[in-house]
């Protein structure tokens, strides 16, 4: 056998590997793709239901009389609104961080280079809607903060501290947080910064996208502390004159409204966990 021969042979032997490696990166990251796709399927079922938690929970007696208000004196309803916004946001932001991934937009999925006129529409149709319901949420999410000024400073209610708990300092820098994401975003992808270097915008695009996954990680845990914090109020406990070596048995125990806030705490959890993955970029292996 030639010299040319042997090479030749290879060079087939290593095109037949990488061949079989480029089946088997395909196969797994087709994988990843219907995964990440379920995840976002399951994450938006899911923000319907912690509406309806969320709303069951403040119809509660024990939720300062049930329902909501936003009459003076009445200041443990008008506070209802605060989860109940909060919620609606967060399920809301939900979607707009899952749009792209939904539609089949995202950048991570497909290259924009090259894209077709109607495929540039379509993806600029659902950044207008991203960008919006970031906006709409910002909005719910300030009414909802004003809430708890506003139960927290009624003087026929009773005067009551603000800014003492760790929800509270940490709700604050989130929305902070939020508000920053929020203008650069607008700044930055809404057509605000035209003399802005080509090279920059891809730059802040990868920042943008990952300050947006870890701060829907951010809100998802104050909200599970602002529901912990709550449940504290509500006295989500039941005595015991016992060891309580078997806590199944002692369910019926548990106040109904603690139960539905157990359900919405674990709701928003399972939601922070879809959203995440589906939103995560993995490498092709």
């Not at 300062?64 to 916004?85: I, Q, T």
């Not at 539609?103 to 280079?113: A, H, K, L, N, P």
């Not at 902070?176 to 270097?197: E, K, P, R």
Request: glycine share 10%; aromatic share 10%.
């Amino acid at each position: 056998m030639s010299s040319e021969d042997g090479e030749q042979d290879d060079w087939a032997a290593t095109q037949t590997a990488t061949d079989v490696e480029t089946g088997d990166s395909s196969r797994s990251s087709g994988f990843l793709q219907k995964l990440q796709s379920a995840s976002s399927t399951i994450s938006l079922i899911l923000s319907p239901v912690a509406i309806i938690l969320v709303s069951l929970w403040v119809s509660n007696e024990s939720m300062g009389g049930g329902g909501v208000s936003w009459s003076e004196g009445d200041a443990k309803r008008v506070f209802n609104w605060h989860p109940v916004l909060m919620i609606v946001a967060y399920a809301i932001m939900n979607i707009a961080a899952l749009i792209f991934r939904v539609s089949g937009t995202s950048s991570y999925q497909t290259s924009t280079r090259g894209i077709s006129e109607a495929g540039t529409k379509r993806r600029g149709a659902i950044k207008a809607i991203h960008g919006y319901v970031w906006v709409a949420c910002f909005l719910i999410g300030m009414v909802a903060m004003l809430a708890v000024v506003k139960s927290h400073n009624d003087a026929v209610s009773g005067y009551i501290a603000n800014l003492y708990s760790l929800h509270s300092w940490v709700g604050v820098l989130v929305m902070s947080l939020y508000t920053l994401q929020l203008f650069v975003g607008i700044f930055a992808f809404g057509g605000l910064m035209g003399g802005t270097s080509r090279f920059a915008v891809p730059s802040l695009m990868e920042i943008h996208k990952y300050s947006g996954a870890v701060l829907h990680l951010l809100i998802t845990a104050t909200i599970l502390l602002g529901i912990q914090e709550k449940e504290g109020f509500v006295q989500c406990w039941y005595e015991v004159t016992e060891a309580d070596l078997i806590p199944i048995q002692n369910y019926g125990k548990i106040p109904s409204a603690c139960k539905i806030s157990h359900g919405l705490g674990l709701v928003v959890l399972l939601m922070g966990v879809f959203t995440s993955f589906a939103l995560a970029r993995f490498p092709v292996l």
